[in-house]
């Protein structure tokens, strides 16, 4: 995990609980100075890597900016429309967080016409996969769920290993994946789970992946 991985946590980890805790829906979500102040109390972050990685958690969708809309008269009368950003914890970032949710949003892929593109098929979780991986995304998801399970992992691990899961998933999507960037993540995955007590999941991905890595697939 890199730094700012580990800062990207911490906010969307803030952002959670007041999502879980804070009592009106219309005080859910934070203004940038309240976040920034929060941040340095509890994490030592400055204000820029706040910033920063706010904005990066707003363009992968994982926080929602809420804008509301204000005016005020000036001492002269006239009537000043302004806007108020604050944000919150968004629909994919909650489903991060929490795992798995029967009400979890369906796939983008489901808008794809999948009959119109040889080779790929959707699984039943709207996962679109190359034909020939079918196996491989049903054992990463057995090892999703067992890490998700595992009592042994730290929060960090469990982001990492989450990363890397996203990463082999998109590379067996496409047509042609790369087995280095496979190879690559398939390595931290393994190292994590294998430390998370869930060698039997696995064995099980090594099994159905170790053929392509080896230049087989």
Do not use: C
């Amino acid at each position: 995990m890199t730094p700012d991985d580990d800062r990207r946590d911490k906010i969307l980890r803030f952002l959670y609980q007041r999502h879980k805790t804070t009592r009106g829906i219309n005080k859910i979500p934070i203004g940038i100075r309240d976040l920034q102040s929060e941040m340095k109390t509890q994490h030592q972050m400055s204000q820029a890597e706040v910033s920063s990685n706010l904005d990066y958690l707003l363009q992968v969708g994982w926080v929602r900016e809420v804008v509301k809309e204000r005016s005020f008269t000036t001492p002269g009368g006239a009537e000043v429309s302004a806007s108020q950003s604050k944000y919150k914890i968004s629909d994919i970032g909650i489903n991060h967080m929490e795992k798995a949710t029967v009400f979890k949003k369906p796939q983008a892929a489901s808008q794809i016409n999948i009959t119109n593109i040889k080779g790929v098929t959707v699984l039943g979780d709207g996962n679109v996969v190359n034909a020939q991986f079918t196996d491989v995304s049903r054992a990463l998801d057995e090892l999703d769920d067992a890490i998700s399970q595992s009592q042994t992992l730290t929060d960090e691990q469990r982001l990492d290993a989450a990363g890397d899961l996203s990463t082999i998933r998109t590379q067996i999507a496409k047509k042609n994946p790369d087995r280095t960037i496979i190879g690559t993540a398939w390595s931290s995955l393994k190292a994590i789970a294998t430390a998370g007590g869930v060698v039997g999941a696995v064995e099980k991905v090594s099994q159905v992946i170790g053929g392509f890595l080896a230049g087989g697939g």
